[in-house]
T-cell receptor, first 113, second 109 residues
Framework: DAGITQSPRYKITETGRQVTLMCHQT?????MFWYRQDLGHGLRLIYY???????DKGEVPDGYVVSRSKTENFPLTLESATRSQTSVYFC????????????FGPGTRLTVL | QKEVEQNSGPLSVPEGAIASLNCTYS??????FFWYRQYSGKSPELIMS????GDKEDGRFTAQLNKASQYVSLLIRDSQPSDSATYLC?????????FGKGTRLHILP
C-alpha cells in the first residue's frame, strides 16, 4: 500500500526555470493539498483540490500552478522559480473534507539557486 | 492574535514523565482539532483528532479540548526518547486547516 508519494524527493534548480513537483495517492481520496514548510512560518497552504478538475488557492498561491486531471495525481508547477521558493513542499490528501484529517507525503526539498 | 499559537520550545521532559503540549486558537467557531507529530526531516503524521470538549485517550496520548477557553492540549504519558519530535497543532477555519508552528519536544534519557 503505497499511500501518498512525491517525486522528486530532492531538487536543485536555478532561478527562472520551470519546475514540476509530482504527487500521487493510491487511496482515491477526493481532497488533495500542497503545503510549503519554512522555518519561522510553519506549514502554509499553497493550493488545494476538492476533486478532479477542481482547484482553489490557499494562503500563498503566487508563483505556483496546479492541475488535477486525475483523482490520484496533483502536480505543482513553479512557472519561473525564485529563491524565495526554496522550501520543503508537502503534498497531503483527505478522504472527507477540507477541514478534516489529512495524510502527508514524504516531502520534496527544493533548492532554487 | 495568531490563529493557532504554540510555544516553540524546546520542551525538555525526563523519560517516563508526562509531557504536556499546549495550543490556543483564535476562531471561536472551530470544530475540528488535530495533533500531528513531525520527526526531523520527515513529514507530519496525524496522531490525534478531537472534536468535542473533554478528553480523548489513545494509548499513551490524551488530547484535551476546552472550546470555551479556545485551548487544546496533548498529554504524552510515560514519555519515551522516541517521542522527541515537533508537535503541530492544527485547527479548522473557514473550511481549511490552519497549522501552528509547532512545539519541539525533547525527552531526556
Amino acid at each position: 500500500d503505497a499511500g501518498i508519494t512525491q517525486s522528486p524527493r530532492y531538487k536543485i534548480t536555478e532561478t527562472g526555470r520551470q519546475v514540476t513537483l509530482m504527487c500521487h495517492q493510491t487511496w482515491s481520496h477526493s481532497y488533495m493539498f500542497w503545503y510549503r514548510q519554512d522555518l519561522g512560518h510553519g506549514l502554509r497552504l499553497i493550493y488545494y483540490s476538492a476533486a478532479a478538475d477542481i482547484t482553489d488557492k490557499g494562503e500563498v498561491p503566487d508563483g505556483y500552478v496546479v492541475s488535477r486531471s486525475k483523482t490520484e495525481n496533483f502536480p505543482l508547477t513553479l512557472e519561473s522559480a525564485t529563491r524565495s521558493q526554496t522550501s520543503v513542499y508537502f503534498c497531503a490528501s483527505s478522504a472527507s473534507g477540507l477541514d478534516n484529517e489529512q495524510f502527508f507525503g514524504p516531502g520534496t526539498r527544493l533548492t532554487v539557486l | 492574535q495568531k490563529e493557532v499559537e504554540q510555544n516553540s520550545g524546546p520542551l525538555s521532559v525526563p523519560e517516563g514523565a508526562i509531557a504536556s503540549l499546549n495550543c490556543t486558537y483564535s476562531d471561536r467557531v472551530s470544530q475540528s482539532f488535530f495533533w500531528y507529530r513531525q520527526y526531523s526531516g520527515k513529514s507530519p503524521e496525524l496522531i490525534m483528532s478531537i472534536y468535542s470538549n473533554g478528553d480523548k485517550e489513545d494509548g499513551r496520548f490524551t488530547a484535551q479540548l476546552n472550546k470555551a477557553s479556545q485551548y487544546v492540549s496533548l498529554l504524552i504519558r510515560d514519555s519515551q526518547p522516541s517521542d522527541s519530535a515537533t508537535y503541530l497543532c492544527a485547527v479548522n477555519r473557514d473550511d481549511k486547516i490552519i497549522f501552528g508552528k509547532g512545539t519541539r519536544l525533547h525527552i531526556l534519557p
